[in-house]
């Protein structure tokens, strides 16, 4: 089975830093990779995915994420976050049955 | 865009009590819909995956009996917590495929006094 781990419980930053959240799975197969958002008192909503192609991905409200296959990694950025990005990042990582296997959760505090 | 909405948010109650949790895909259809449990900072860890017209699919260590999932319909599927006891306090999430993305519901938080 995959796991996926998150390397940051709890990031801290201010408004116009930049962001960069670590996501590594282990999984040797063909894996499609999810990054989700959760503000606070929402459901869970999709940032971002990777099926196949060019492993530079870019989601919604400026975030990308780039694939490195060789480093089984799938890093998420925001060049430089708001005030409304503090939320809840969660990483996830399917191997092609549709169960999703998700990071612990990276919590991000935007100080304004 | 594909809205999944779960019912209730939030019950309280007292333990013994078996709670039923409903999620259905809105505006479209969803053969399989997903139960995952979160508890306080920590990842949704999947319970089960339900099927319609079928017999849902339990992970490991996730007791069938304590846990009744029914999915009768293409866009409802429930979730059955019976007799329930303060352990089973968590947060529950419902989601819908629709393929190959899946929906979220908005959860439902669970305390069992």
Redesign the interface.
């Known amino acids: 089975a995959q796991s996926v781990s998150q390397h940051n419980h709890h990031v801290i930053l201010s408004e116009a830093a930049s962001l960069e959240l670590g996501c590594n799975y282990s999984y040797g197969g063909t894996v499609n990779l999810f990054w989700y958002v959760q503000y606070p008192g929402q459901h869970l909503q999709l940032l971002l995915k990777y099926f196949s192609g060019d492993p530079l991905v870019k989601g919604i409200k400026g975030f990308e994420a780039e694939f490195i296959k060789s480093k089984f990694s799938f890093n998420l950025r925001k060049p430089s976050v708001q005030w409304s990005d503090t939320a809840e990042y969660f990483c996830a990582v399917n191997a092609g049955d549709y169960k999703l296997s998700f990071g612990a959760g990276t919590t991000v505090t935007v100080r304004a | 865009g594909a809205v ?1 909405s779960q019912h209730p948010s939030r019950v309280i109650c007292k333990s013994g009590t078996s709670v039923k949790i409903e999620c259905r895909s809105l505006d479209f259809q969803a053969t ?1 819909m ?1 139960w995952y449990r979160q508890f306080p ?6 319970m089960a ?1 339900s099927n319609e017209g079928s017999k849902a699919t339990y992970e490991q260590g996730v007791e069938k009996d304590k846990f009744l999932i029914n999915h009768a319909s293409l866009t409802l599927s429930t979730l059955t917590v019976t007799s329930a006891h303060p352990e089973d306090s968590s947060f529950y ?1 419902c ?1 819908a ?1 629709d ?4 929906h ?4 439902t938080r669970l305390s069992i006094l």
């Open positions: 999944v399989t997903f900072k920590q990842s949704l860890m999947l995956t999430i989601s495929e393929s190959p993305l899946q979220f519901g908005d959860g």
